[in-house]
């Protein structure tokens, strides 16, 4: 597309110094940016510094931001956790209110609802007469049941309870039905999972962009481990069930007795004691180095030092330390589910299938050993590792909506 559109995004959260959702917005907004005039609506008490430190120190133009403040209560966040999807709708509210006043003014070329990317709650920007993209959207996506002695109690209850509500959202919510069956508009899935929840439960086609990419491009040599040499693992994320660990601690333990390995754990939370009382219990201490929360880089150069990363998400989308793996050359072991289904491939790493929890154990376990057994395998997977991760730059994201944004607008024109 050579043409320069004048666009409106909804971003709620947007960070030029963050991960996940905000490290998204900003990242996805920015780039777009090289292309278009970017109009961006945004959350004010969060992220307005952050914005406008960005903006002054690299000179950034063809973006203007609009900040709407969203009203919160943390005491009740604590007692009801839904009850942010409250406070999250009434800034929605805000936020079409504005941007209707803002497309009298600027006459928009098409409208984008950006993050969250969540299906529960899809703004209202849909209802104003242009041009409609909406996504990527996640949330659609049930934990299978089969996976649930991975949980503790607590999780048992907390995910069961999940998957059952969140069956009753994707059929019985009306605004999100609404804003996807709107009259020319574009829907985007964050996985190809997504993707068929999305045509199944409102006869919508999708394009695929997943939520996370990467502009960072080390030079790395993948560097071969020496035969019978420690095999260095890595796994990083919250301590939640959700993350399930507990995977990996039990594969490990099934490991024949000859395999030299060490796992670097990253991050802290509300399992990390019952993780490390599952490492005791299986004699796996010795072997297992835990970091808690460090600053990203100290993290990244545990993770490009290591031969292999395992990722164990019952529930995710893609995660950023997916790409971050990647792009380090760390070939990746995971659960062929969520988003990992997509960008993991069978050049970068190996996927194993979601079946019984015992199988899972095995089948983690055997792909271990044979990275362990065959080296010439594993540099391999790091070379395919450290290709696969240009397919998922934030150039490349644009050019897809690019084309995503031409096409829409040549089906409003042919409408008219």
Known sequence: MNKQLKILVSC???SPYRGSEPGMGWNFIKTLSKHHEVHVITEKEKWEKDIKKSIKEENI????FYFIKKKR???????WPPSYYWFYKAWQKKAY????????KENFDLIHQLNMVGYR??????KIDKPFVWGPIGGTQNIPWRLFPAFNTYGKLFYGGRNIVNTLQ????KRPRLAAKRPLSTLIAATPDIQKDIFKLWNQPSEIITEVGTNTFLEITPFKRQTNGTLKIVWSGQHTSGKALNILLKSLAQLDSKTNWELDILGIGAETKRWKSLANKLHLSNRCKWHGWIPKDDALHIMKNGHILCITS???LTATVTLEAISLGLPIICLDHCGFTHVVNNKCGIKVKVTNINTIHNNFKE???LLYTDEKLRKQLSVGALKRVKDFTWNKKIEKLNTIYSKLLDETTNYS
Do not use: M, S, V
């Open 12 to 14: 709620y959260a947007c």
């Open 61 to 64: 133009t063809n973006i203007h």
């Open 73 to 79: 209560n943390k005491k009740l966040r604590k007692i």
């Open 97 to 104: 209110y504005l941007a209707k006043q803002l497309d009298i």
């Open 121 to 126: 709650e899809p703004g209202y920007l849909w």
């Open 170 to 173: 994707k059929h019985f919510l």
């Open 314 to 316: 019952l529930k995710d």
């Open 367 to 369: 792909a271990i050993e």
